[in-house]
């Protein structure tokens, strides 16, 4: 079944710094790819869309300039939290869909992020 | 506003014990319902789709059905490994993309 890989699964860092996700599609080709964001006891929310060779999607409420997308290839995207603050920690979780745009989206393991 | 509900937010049942799980809708063009099963710090997994009222999906213990404007999990004779957070999500049309809509998911614990 369609994998898709997300690194690292969990990372801790100072306030101030810059944390970068990547999610990799592994035996597809992924030309969209959705970033989530889920705290504890939540549903999860989506953040952006991520378009291969474009400019990502975002989500209203998400600063563009606080969470960077990339999506160099058909099989990477990458998710870069800037300046970290204590409040971006959360579980933030990568997604792709295999084929059309009716098929069910297929999720990474997730990233958890503390922030300090 | 498009909205998804899913009830009980938590529940425990005996190995064995067969229950449901609701998911309510209200949304303004539904294009698919999914459930997801999430495991404590893993992304979800996805289950069933359902597109239309009256269709119903099965894989081993669990079983997914869908009216207009609720969907079912049906867990029966539940095991221990079922325990996890099963997730729901509807698909609408917005802004000319698809979205996905999530729930904020019930916790289910099985004990042996």
């Known amino acids: 079944g369609a994998v898709v890989s997300q690194h690292p699964s969990w990372v801790i860092c100072k306030s101030g710094t810059s944390v970068k996700i990547e999610c990799r599609s592994l035996?597809?080709?992924?030309?969209?790819m959705f970033w989530y964001r889920q705290f504890p006891k939540q549903s999860l929310m989506l953040m952006a869309t991520s378009n291969e060779g474009s400019k990502a999607t975002y989500e209203q409420g998400v600063e563009k300039d606080k969470f960077l997308i990339n999506h160099a290839s058909l099989t990477l995207s990458t998710l870069t939290v800037t300046s970290a603050h204590p409040e971006d920690s959360s579980f933030y979780i990568c997604s792709a869909r295999v084929g059309r745009d009716n098929s069910p989206l297929h999720f990474g393991n997730g990233t958890r992020l503390t922030v300090t | 506003e498009d909205q998804v509900t899913q009830s009980p937010e938590a529940l425990r049942l005996q190995e064995g014990e067969s229950s449901s799980l609701n998911c309510s809708y209200t949304?303004?063009?539904?294009?698919?319902l999914f459930w997801y099963r999430q495991d404590p710090g893993k992304g979800p997994e996805f289950l069933f789709t359902l597109y239309s009222a009256g269709e119903e999906k099965e894989k081993e213990r669990l079983k997914a059905t869908l009216t207009k404007k609720e969907s079912f999990l049906h867990i029966t004779a539940p095991k221990p490994e079922d325990s996890a957070t099963y997730l729901c999500?509807?698909?609408?049309?917005?802004?000319?993309?698809?979205?996905?809509?999530f729930g904020s998911g019930t916790r289910l614990l099985v004990r042996p």
């Open positions: 999500a509807v698909r609408i049309l917005m802004d000319s993309s698809y979205k996905l809509i």
């Open positions: 035996d597809f080709q992924a030309t969209t």
């Open positions: 949304v303004s063009g539904l294009r698919g």
